[in-house]
């Protein structure tokens, strides 16, 4: 991303000034999480206990929820000690794979996808933590006229105070999962 900011520009086909305008916003925000944030010592705990996996991040470098999460996955790629491997995979030059993890009918990103060394699924996480997730499905429902640009400034705003809490409680629910962890 520090390379695409430097020469103006994003990721995807559309090279519009909102959109480089938001890879740089979203590089100021991965800075400071990766600065300030620190997986709790329960989530950490079960990160090195999973067995061997690939993470797939389904992504573009203008997607402000990327920027809110991206860093607390790689945070648990480096606590993994090897057993964790993330890729990013750009959702615009990947659509067939893409297609295939759709929200609803949408492609929303960051999509998570867990794999095993055999390439089997192991589970799927995201467009955004579910309380985040839930905030767009019910402004999608009823905008109550708030404009998208209103509804993605509340959910920075709530990524803000939340700090990764959520995020965090997500994924320990999902690696505390007997199927996921190393046998015993």
């Known amino acids: 991303m520090e390379i695409l900011v430097a020469n103006g ?3 995807g086909p559309d090279q519009s000034e909102s959109l480089i305008f938001y890879t740089k916003l979203n590089l100021q925000r991965m800075q400071r999480w990766d600065k300030v944030f620190q997986l709790n010592e ?3 705990s079960s990160v090195r206990k999973i067995q061997p996996q690939t993470w797939w991040v389904i992504n573009e470098a203008w997607c402000g929820d990327a920027a809110q999460c991206l860093p607390m996955i790689r945070k648990m790629e480096i606590v993994s000690s090897g057993n964790i491997e993330v890729r990013i995979i750009l959702r615009d030059e990947n659509l067939s794979i893409m297609d295939q993890y759709l929200t609803d009918t949408s492609r929303s990103i960051p999509k998570l996808i867990s794999l095993d060394k055999e390439g089997n699924e192991l589970f799927i996480w995201g467009p955004r933590p ?3 997730q839930q905030m767009m499905m019910d402004w ?3 905008n109550n006229g708030k404009t ?9 705003l709530w990524y803000s105070k939340d700090k990764g809490q959520s995020l965090q409680e997500e994924f320990l629910e999902i690696l505390n999962n007997r199927s996921i962890k190393k046998p015993d």
């Open 42 to 44: 329960a989530l950490a």
């Open 9 to 11: 520009e994003t990721t």
């Open 148 to 156: 998208l640009d209103d509804i993605e400034r509340e959910i920075h």
């Open 140 to 142: 999608k429902a009823n």
């Open 130 to 132: 579910k309380f985040a």
